[in-house]
């Protein structure tokens, strides 16, 4: 596993953007919510004397950090506050990650609301688990909550916790050292080589005096707001995402959910990490972002916002041209929040089959008739390495894009390349991967990766998915095939996508059985990934011809 170091941790959290602006003021106060826990808050402030729209940002980080923001929403019009949830800057409570917020912010609109200087109509701000504060009031329908920007943020925890419900290792386990060691333990403070080889997984924490276990934070995410109601959701939502950032699908499938009831919406995404937006990094991964446009993308974000809040919250009519969806490709030579959005109804599905000739992985355009297959061992005890993609953030050198021809160079790594494409592909919408497979043990994980390979041979990550094969045997119908070797059809997800690649460019399909330490290894016997001690070898095999149709697919732009 590749050296990892840590950067700016406090910088990425805390979202902000410097932006000159007057002076305001600026008082300290303590709201009681429930059972009498104080939370400690900031109100930013130009004049009290009359009644004001009012923004909200609830945060477990420092709320120092978000000032140049509070002062930005002032100068615009606005009361800005910013309050520390329980747990964390001095707030009373207990930090539980995700329990209190929708409670605690159902009672902070309520006070808030009675206040002289509010004049009844709130937006929740935020970025991370600050936007999680917010989207998770969407469906209270709370009178005064009119308008929502969220930023990098989610509802439902387990999409990005634990995708395809497998534990995203390299989220999981940093952040929660972060939180309950109240920001002192981040890499560099700990080995984190060692720290992800620790077994049982379960115990991780415990060498950290941190008396939680990750079946434990398993169990309290799981099923939150899965029953969140999309259809009486009635707050206007702003999203911003990168597709290399580790909340990316959170983000997607709030807006899907909602889009699904025709809910007022506005989408931006480009290429970037974790609140990359506001850093003024230049770099996504190995990958140099184009100049133009994007030195003051950060800034454009937050006018983005700014003009949402002025719709829905003082009712600013001009603003209303902005709600579509503004997407910024991975590849693109510029960057221009102004743009059109992409015209949706043009969607079509492109299908690459798989298969193998003269023992080359190919993606044709066209199945094969004749059967053929690729078999890997996969080694937990030797797992494929993580190399970039949508991981947490503090992780730096091992996030965004990056370069995967040395990885492609292992054996327990079948890729399939297609032709030269003619022309640009634009690919938008989501990827994923419906392929038959066989394995010779009680358990194990079939890894997919989108990558796109250019000019020079070099292959650069585009999106990336896992599928546990216990939890796709609860719903896949298994079948012999001549030889006897017990086959099932498993659909790997790769998520979202929006890139634009070159012409004299192709798409290369790699897959493996492991993907470590972005996510936890399977052991291979059947045991609990969590508890596993010991780890075993795996035969791994992806079938492919006119009986097995074993395919890659990805929307485009037609």
Known sequence: ????????????????????????????????????????????FTDTTAKYPVIMMRTPYPRKQYTSIANYFCGKGYIMVVQSVRGTGGSGGRMMPFINETDDGLAMLDLLTEKDWC?????????????FCGLTLGAAKHPSLKAIVNINGWVEPSVIARPAGVNHLMMNIPWMLFNYSNGKLIPGKYNADSLFNTVP????????????????????????????????????????????????????????????YNKIQRFIIGPWVHDQIFSGSKKVGDWELPKPGYDSLGNKVLVAAANWFNLYLKNVAAAASLNVLRALPVFSESFNLNASGYPE???????????????????????????????????????????????????????????????EKRKDVITYTSDKINGQFWGLGKAKVKIFVSHDSKDCDFTAKLVAVDKEDNAWNIADGITRMSNAKKQATPFKDADGNTIYEIEIDLGHIVFQSMPRWSFRLEIAGSNFPKYDRNPGNGDDPLMATKFYPVKQTIHHGKQFQSVLLIDELD
């Open 1 to 44: 596993m590749k050296a990892i170091s840590f950067l700016s941790v406090m910088l990425f959290w805390a979202g902000f953007v410097l932006i000159a602006q007057p002076v305001v003021n600026k008082v300290q106060y303590a709201f009681t919510v429930d059972k009498g826990i104080k939370l400690e808050t900031d109100i930013y």
């Open 119 to 131: 004049n009844g109509n709130i937006g929740m701000y935020g970025s991370s688990y600050s936007s």
């Open 201 to 260: 997984v379960n115990t991780m924490l415990k060498g950290y005096g941190i008396d939680i276990s990750l079946d434990q934070m398993q169990e309290g995410i799981d099923g939150l707001n899965k029953d969140m109601d999309y259809k009486i959701f009635n707050v206007p939502v702003m999203h911003v995402t990168g597709m290399y950032d580790f909340t990316k699908e959170g983000t997607f499938n709030l807006y899907d959910s909602l889009r699904a």
């Open 345 to 407: 109804e043009k969607i079509r599905t492109a299908t690459y089959y798989l298969n193998t000739a003269e023992n080359t992985g190919k993606l044709l355009k066209k199945n094969a008739a004749e059967p053929t297959q690729s078999s890997f061992i996969s080694n937990p005890n030797d797992p494929v390495p993580t190399n970039g993609g949508a991981n947490f953030h503090f992780f730096p050198n091992n996030l965004g894009l990056k370069k995967q021809n040395e990885i």
